[in-house]
């Protein structure tokens, strides 16, 4: 049977990690070791936004080690991640050269909206049926040291996705001066997390009922060191998390791990969790969480996976990346009708453009983006909507995407209104992201045009390059004077882009 072997190695705030897959497009993927070491870097990163030289000789050290795990089993592909503790960092350049020179392993960073993505991704390891889970309101939860993250599906597709500043060491750091007094400590840490919850049910769960409820990262071998007598498989009901919360509101998180022999660092993140999880389940009526060992490793092989088309996906995660600006454009009133026919048309040009822009699958995919978003900046003020659209962008983490796809995206945006600066006057962009900007550009304000009046005017269409032109040809619906009368400023700009000019024709029609 062909398989590869496939090395995930993630440095996080409290340990590091390394799993082991066989992957084959038969059997599909299949963890065949797990190493992990303790290694808290949490504290400094969060707190200093540095790491000392012995702090990075640890993680090189722990890397070295599970390279030679990793020659055990004659890995032809390794992948190095860091989290959001490395991403924190204000060395974390420095950090990440020092480890390239002492291991090889090239350490990258994701966005948080990346790594939600990722994810989400290592779900479908755990959860065979994961697509029939969202079919109906699910919320994941993802806590880390820094932050909460929540997401609700529904119908499988991803409707929300908010971070919420309530993680296990940012809520443990604020509080750390009342901790000794466990029930005073307890008392506040969750009067401080249940009003943020509180405000998340209040903007984006309202009177919505959550039929399941996914942590990521959680197992019932830690839940069961505490509570042996729960019996807890996969999966925590009501009745039980209210019994752990009782169990442990009295309790710090060093009497936690003395008494039961739960590692320190997973004491640390047990209290605020279970504040989290009762309070969650009692504002989304949900009756139980489901728990997976999911990290990050597991999303970053499926990843791989897809990427290298060795596994088709079971869930199409790039629709969930959709899904996520398609909210975004409806929260600020976006014009469906206009924005499904220019996104339609704009994909249509790219495809029959490839030749002359060169472009893939992902830049593709920043276009429809771009399409779905390009009139939300109008919300704000009419009068620039390009301006306000790239602030808007800019101030939203959109799902899956890196912090440079999210700056094409809010440029693009940008420049479908105002003029795109000569390369030589911006500072901004490599020539490369300067010509994608302006590829994509070039399309959007194309398709725009001839939906000026955002009316669909123009039917049946279709798209032929002949020659040095792009003929769209098209049925119109009512009189296309005013789309016309605009094209040439528009055509001009894609000319000089593509090389090929824009030619509108019309078939008797109005």
């Known amino acids: 049977m062909a398989y590869f072997t496939y090395g995930a190695i993630v440095v996080g705030s409290q340990e590091m990690s390394l799993k082991v897959y066989e992957v084959s497009p038969k059997i599909g993927i299949r963890q065949i070791d797990y190493v992990n070491q303790y290694m808290d870097i949490s504290k400094d990163a969060y707190s200093k936004g540095k790491l000392d030289i012995r702090q ?16 055990e089993y004659n890995v032809r592909v390794t992948e190095c991640m860091g989290t959001s503790a490395i991403r924190s960092l204000e060395n974390r350049e420095m950090i990440v050269h020092q480890i390239k020179l002492r291991t090889g392993y090239t350490l990258t960073v994701p966005s948080n909206s990346e790594m939600r993505l990722l994810m989400y991704k290592g779900i479908t390891l755990k959860k065979e049926d994961f697509n029939k889970m969202i079919e109906k309101n699910t919320a994941i939860l993802d806590i880390g040291s820094s932050s909460l993250q929540i997401s609700l599906f529904d119908k499988q597709a991803l409707t929300v996705t908010q971070n919420v500043r309530i993680g296990t060491f940012r809520t443990q750091n604020v509080f750390s001066n009342v901790e000794k007094n466990s029930l005073e400590y ?33 197992s019932s071998m830690n839940w069961n060191k505490i509570a042996p007598e729960l019996g807890i498989t996969d999966y925590l009901t009501q009745e039980q998390v209210t019994y752990l919360y009782k169990k442990l509101r009295k309790m710090t998180r060093k009497q936690i791990a003395m008494e039961y022999g739960v590692p320190y660092e997973v004491a640390r993140y047990m209290l605020p969790s279970i504040i989290v999880y009762k309070n969650f389940l009692e504002q989304s009526k949900a009756e139980m969480i489901w728990l997976t060992r999911t990290n990050l490793c597991d999303g970053m092989v499926v990843d791989y996976a897809q990427r290298e088309n060795k596994v088709l996906p079971a869930h199409d995660f790039d629709q969930d990346i959709v899904m996520a600006a398609r909210n975004l454009a409806k929260r600020y009133r976006y014009n469906k009708a206009h924005t499904t026919f220019i996104t339609e048309l704009s994909l249509n040009i790219f495809d029959h453009t490839r030749r002359f822009h060169g472009l893939g699958k992902r830049e593709r995919l920043l276009l429809e983006l771009a399409c779905l978003l390009h009139e939300c900046g109008k919300f704000i003020n009419m009068n620039e909507p390009g301006v306000n659209g790239y602030q808007l962008i800019m101030s939203t983490e959109i799902i899956g995407l890196s912090h440079r796809e999210r700056r094409l995206l809010a440029n693009i945006v940008l420049y479908n209104t105002t003029e795109l600066p000569a390369y030589e006057e911006q500072h901004s962009y490599n020539v490369s992201d300067y010509l994608l900007i302006g590829k994509l550009t070039a399309i959007l ?12 005017k123009l039917s049946d269409y279709t798209i032929l390059r002949k020659g040095p032109e792009l003929v769209i040809t098209g049925t119109p619906m009512a009189d296309m004077t005013l789309e016309a009368s605009l094209l040439k400023e528009k055509a001009d700009f894609f000319e000089e882009i593509y090389g090929i000019r824009p030619i509108l024709r019309q078939k008797r029609g109005f």
């Open 445 to 456: 304000r194309l398709a725009n045009v001839l939906d000026r009046s955002h009316k669909q």
């Open 186 to 218: 307890f008392s506040i840490v969750e009067e401080y997390i249940e009003y943020e919850l509180n405000t998340f049910r209040s903007i984006y769960l309202k009177e919505k009922a959550i039929k399941n409820v996914i942590v990521i990262g959680d």
């Open 56 to 71: 990075v000789e640890i993680i090189c050290e722990n890397l070295l080690k599970f390279k030679e795990k990793l020659a």
